[in-house]
T-cell receptor
């Protein structure tokens, strides 16, 4: 149980275009989802916290107008990278928590974004 | 600011030996700690967690030790196998103080298991 999927797993886009990444909890309802970014050989950096039905909370330094997050249902959160640039190329990972008293996060397999 | 960090970026061990991966954290308010394993091109995989009211927790071939006095966390892997080769991250959470469930990750240690 507690499986999180991401789609697509890899995407290549041209500079200036927008890319949407989906994060789905397959067998549980996720009240909260998180989006992380990971550059090569570096750690995961939290970008934003996404709560179902409300606006996402962005970490300091993350542009909310560039990284649009929508958590429209208890099983789906989307991250849209708008007007992508080569420096946005990274590994984007989402995670989800089931809610209640559990703090365990279940991570998706990640999405490799390459902006050319 | 507050951070979670690691001392060793790369650890190389022989197959069958025990591995110890260390992590230092700086926020005494942290109350939940987790170790993750990440293989290349994949998302983090949960290994073991520990709450601040404990100092040791054991799983299958893994043990996590927490020393709150010196703010130190370690992951011990017994009889290390080639399949254990990966990057290991510690992460911390300060849920009690803030109700915030976001994790702060350490910088990671690459474990290389030599056959």
């Amino acid at each position: 149980g507690a499986v999180v999927s991401q789609h697509p797993s890899r995407v290549i886009c041209k500079s200036g275009t927008s890319v949407k990444i989906e994060c789905r909890s397959l067998d549980f309802q996720a009240t909260t989802m998180f989006w992380y970014r990971q550059f090569p050989k570096q750690s995961l950096m939290l970008m934003a916290t996404s709560n179902e039905g409300s606006k996402a909370t962005y970490e300091q330094g993350v542009e909310k107008d560039k990284f649009l997050i929508n958590h429209a249902s208890l099983t789906l959160s989307t991250l849209t990278v708008t007007s992508a640039h080569p420096e946005d190329s990274s590994f984007y990972i989402c995670s989800a928590v089931t809610g209640g008293s559990s703090y365990e996060q279940y991570f998706g397999p990640g999405t490799r974004l390459t902006v050319t | 600011g507050e951070s979670v960090g690691l001392h060793l970026p790369t650890l190389s061990v022989q197959e069958g030996d025990n591995s110890i991966i260390n992590c230092a954290y700086s926020n005494s308010a942290s109350d939940y700690f987790i170790w993750y394993k990440q293989e290349s091109g994949k998302g983090p995989q949960f290994i073991i967690d520990i709450r601040s009211n404990m100092d040791k927790r054991q799983g299958q071939r893994v043990t996590v030790l927490l020393n709150k006095t010196v703010k130190h966390l370690s992951l011990q892997i017994a009889a290390t196998q080639p399949g254990d080769s990966a990057v290991y991250f510690c992460a911390e959470n300060m849920s009690v103080d803030t109700g915030r469930r976001a994790l702060t990750f350490g910088s990671g240690t690459r474990l290389q298991v030599q056959p």
